[in-house]
């Protein structure tokens, strides 16, 4: 059973995103299987050299380099967000499978937490 996490928020505009990541850590590190699909907006969390302290706020995007280290390895991007941002798996700071977001795709998860 793998949960889904969807994030489509940038990151350092509330507190969403870091929460979202919060309970996937959380899932994880209790066994659970977990994956994250960045859709819309969310990319940007991909996107290094964001300057959140500028914005008073404390960097987390880092984290998304250790994620392996919970056992968190199905990491998804949704390719339309890329496309519309001009960007590429390249530009992303972690490995990552970009993925047409359908239904179907969704369907393959038990559970999905869309923040």
């Not at 793998?2 to 870091?18: A, D, G």
């Not at 706020?57 to 890329?82: C, H, N, P, S, W």
């Amino acid at each position: 059973m793998t949960t889904l996490f969807i994030l489509n928020k940038p990151p350092y505009q509330s507190e969403q995103t870091k929460e979202a990541l919060d309970m996937a850590l959380s899932l994880a590190a209790f066994d659970s299987r977990v994956a994250l699909l960045f859709a819309g907006d969310g990319v940007w969390n991909l996107v290094e050299d964001q300057a959140p302290k500028q914005q008073g706020m404390k960097e987390f995007t880092r984290l998304y380099k250790g994620l392996d280290l919970y056992d968190i390895e199905e990491l998804y991007v949704e390719q339309t967000a890329l496309e519309n941002y001009q960007l590429t798996e390249e530009n992303l700071m972690i490995p990552i499978q970009s993925v047409h977001c359908d239904a179907e795709f969704i369907q393959r998860f038990a559970q999905v937490i869309c923040l």
